[in-house]
């Protein structure tokens, strides 16, 4: 089997999300675009599993969607205490614990 | 019982003492710690003497027995073991330091008594004799230096034991400063002995010397000198003597047991010690012979016009370890050793005396105003003529007999060593005078009050307390000399103290009647059995006999010239002064040593050390090395600083870049 066209889609759905997180400044946005890179990392496990006829990267996919439910957990949570704290939901606006 | 525990025991008892005094001091009512501390240098001397026994019952060729407790450090070149050396000269000196500790501690159990700090005083004291002894019995140049160092150190901690007299910590200061030169110096010829022969074992050492340097090679006269430096420094001799005056500000036990019998004596027994190394470099042997002479003489001139009692006997201790040293470096080591002995008992007497007369006058301790003790004081009275005369050398009494076998057998040495002889002679005299100054201004004429209220039977007791040396008012507490005195004559032990030492100072002589006994030289034979000179060198009977009348001459002249200036006609020394105007302003200036060693050294080091604080420190410590240093991190964390941007947009474009470096970095791989 042919990986490539899959190795493609993973490729281009990563950028995406590489694209939102770089740009975006709403959290919720830059938490969705990361959803959006672990699953394009899931896409290419899952083909590279596929075309070696090995079950580990199964294993590691659904590792992997386990720690992205974790960290949506964790990250919406966030936001939700920072609404309720009535303070601006933007990234760059947050940025009070810099050095 | 077994030697080598026994001579291990003679080091542990005082060790003892002082930790028990020292720890335990608060559970120690009243005068517990002086008996405990008199105990543990008593049981330290019952060890010595059985020792003794033991090491007489061994076989004439094998008197020199190392023991070795476990190796102390096992490294490369150096084989330091924790070994005491046990031999004739280790025990005598052992028997002479504890059995003289013992009676200045027992003396010391009433002398301090009014003491605020009694128990630090005893612990101290057996601080001191414990290192004494470790140095004497060490058996290896490890542990030699560990115990000079360990002396200098008590040393210190007893010249400073009133240590919120001014003067007093400044004198400790002194004497330690001095004392660590003198101790790196012994280092140093240390370092040279191992580089020569290989070995820190005194013995393996002794072995090795002959075939390890020639005769005076370049090498083993450097270390010899640099161990005459050590011993010098030690002994209080010229140029390194200005200490010892000035170490009087201890207590008076202090000055008879550190400063007069046993410390200041830790030279001669080096000397004596390394007299291998001295005869295979007979340059530095006569360095020491000329400057051992030169001491003898100096100390004795300045001895002549100073007017403090304590420092008379300073000086004229300075003045007898002058004969030790020029004996053992002109190879006359029993008679050194032999008159180590018997200064240690007459001058810790003079100085038992002089403690008590100085109780009497309430701490005053200026001759100026003390006079007429005689019929007050009589039993200080006698202790003082016994040990004057002693130290005189007014035959038979102990100093006569080990004075002038020291004279006859440098003389017998022939050559220039007759000069140094001439002169020695010359300070004899002056001894005589300086000490029957002391004796007939002190004891002899109109009674002072002091004197007088004592005869009445009341001792007298000082309203304020003064500094003797600078008038400061002082309290009686703690860090103070305390309130009330004690005499000999109302304290027993002081009594049992100084009537022996007289005994001993008396009689101690008879061990080495020229050409009648020689026990000590023959006790003494197994430790210089490879000595070039310890056999050969022999006066005549003529030759002896011509300097023991010479030396009883010139003592009982020193007596009558002291008797006439100072006892029967006092406007005769008065005109002395006016017409040696000169000389008595350079000898009570003490030859100007202080003040020229002040000039040559302190003053460039103190102008040096103004100089680099000023540019040096401020330039290259404070401008390069703290500034450069601080600039540099704070630089360093201000470029970090700067990254800490806070926007998670960048954060996660750094991570995007490293990542792809990374990647690209492992694909081009």
């Known amino acids: 089997m042919d990986i490539t066209w899959y190795l493609v889609v993973s490729a281009c759905v990563f950028s995406i999300g590489m694209a939102g997180v770089l740009t975006r400044r709403n959290p919720l946005t830059v938490l969705l675009c990361i959803e959006l890179m672990l699953n394009a990392g899931n896409l290419a496990l899952i083909a590279f599993a596929r075309a070696h006829g090995n079950q580990d990267g199964h294993v590691f996919a659904l590792i992997v969607m386990v720690v992205a439910a974790c960290e949506v957990a964790v990250g919406l949570g966030l936001i939700v205490a920072i609404y309720r704290r009535k303070l601006p939901i933007d990234v760059d606006e947050l940025r009070e614990l810099q050095g | ?669």
């Open chain 2, 1 to 669: 019982m077994n030697l080598e525990l026994t001579a291990w025991l003679v080091l542990i008892f005082p060790l003892l003492g002082t930790v028990l005094i020292g720890l335990g001091w608060r559970a120690m009512p009243g005068r517990t710690a002086g008996y405990l501390g008199t105990a543990a240098i008593a049981a330290s001397f019952v060890s010595a003497v059985l020792t003794l026994l033991a090491l007489n019952r061994e076989d004439e060729h094998h008197r020199q027995i190392t023991s070795v407790a476990w190796d102390y450090a096992h490294t490369v070149g150096v084989d330091a073991q924790m070994s005491i050396l046990i031999d004739p000269i280790s025990v005598l000196m052992i028997l002479v330091v504890s059995g003289v500790s013992t009676l200045i501690h027992l003396y010391s159990i009433s002398y301090m008594g009014g003491d605020e700090g009694y128990a630090r005083f005893f612990a101290y004291l057996n601080f001191f004799v414990f290192s004494m002894l470790l140095l004497v019995l060490a058996g290896n140049f490890v542990l030699l230096i560990v115990g000079w160092a360990f002396v200098g150190a008590a040393s210190y901690l007893l010249i400073s034991y009133w240590y919120r007299r001014t003067t007093a910590t400044r004198a400790g200061i002194k004497a330690f400063v001095i004392n660590v030169l003198g101790d790196v110096g012994l280092y140093l010829g240390t370092l040279f002995v191992l580089q020569g022969t290989g070995s820190v074992d005194f013995l393996t050492v002794f072995e090795r010397v002959d075939e390890s340097f020639s005769v005076n090679d370049p090498n083993l006269v450097a270390g010899c000198l640099m161990i005459l430096v050590g011993a010098f420094a030690k002994s209080a001799q010229v140029p390194l003597h200005t200490w010892l005056p000035d170490a009087m500000e201890g207590p008076t036990p202090v000055s008879a047991l550190i400063h007069a019998a046993t410390m200041v004596t830790a030279g001669v027994y080096l000397i004596a010690r390394m007299h291998p190394l001295f005869e295979q470099a007979p340059i530095a042997a006569d360095i020491g012979a000329i400057l051992g002479c030169a001491t003898l003489f100096i100390a004795a001139t300045i001895g002549l016009v100073v007017t403090d009692i304590k420092r008379i006997i300073a000086y004229s201790t300075m003045s007898q370890i002058g004969y030790m040293i020029m004996a053992v470096c002109s190879a006359a080591y029993s008679a050194g050793l032999f008159h180590l002995m018997t200064h240690a008992f007459f001058k810790a007497l003079l100085f038992m005396a002089a403690g008590s007369l100085i109780a009497a006058m309430a701490g005053v301790q200026d001759l100026n105003r003390t006079s007429g003790f005689r019929k007050a004081m009589p039993f200080t009275f006698g202790c003082f003529v016994v040990g004057g005369l002693a130290l005189s050398g007014v035959p038979p009494f102990s100093g006569f007999f080990s004075k002038d076998e020291i004279l006859a057998l440098v003389a017998a040495r022939g050559d220039w060593h007759i000069i140094l002889v001439v002169v020695a002679y010359l300070a004899s005299l002056m001894t005589a005078i300086y000490t029957f100054r002391l004796i007939f201004r002190a004891f002899f004429g109109d009674a002072s009050p002091e004197a007088r209220e004592l005869e009445h039977g009341h001792l007298f007791h000082a309203e304020e307390h003064r500094n003797p040396l600078s008038g400061e008012l002082e309290d009686t507490e703690i860090g103070f000399p305390g309130p009330e005195h004690h005499i000999a004559e109302r304290e027993g032990t002081m009594k049992i103290a100084m009537g022996t030492l007289a005994v001993l100072a008396t009689i101690g002589g008879l061990l080495q009647i020229p050409t009648v006994t020689h026990i000590l030289h023959d006790f003494l034979h197994p430790a210089f059995e490879e000595s070039r000179f310890y056999d050969s060198l022999e006066p005549t009977t003529g030759e002896i006999f011509v300097g023991l009348a010479i030396g009883a001459a010139l003592a009982v002249i020193g007596i009558f010239i002291a008797y006439m200036l100072w006892a029967r006609d006092t406007g005769r020394k008065l005109d002395f002064h006016e017409r040696f105007a000169g000389i008595h302003n350079v000898l009570s200036h003490k030859w100007y040593f202080d003040e020229l060693i002040d000039a040559v050294i302190v003053r460039p080091f103190a102008w040096f050390g103004r100089f680099a604080r000023n540019t040096f420190e401020r330039l290259v410590i404070n401008g390069l090395f703290v500034g450069g240093t601080s600039g540099v991190i704070r630089a360093g964390s201000a470029a970090v600083r700067g990254v800490q941007s806070g926007y998670l947009r960048y954060y996660t474009g750094l991570l995007l870049l490293g990542v792809t470096g990374l990647v690209f970095y492992f694909l081009v791989a």
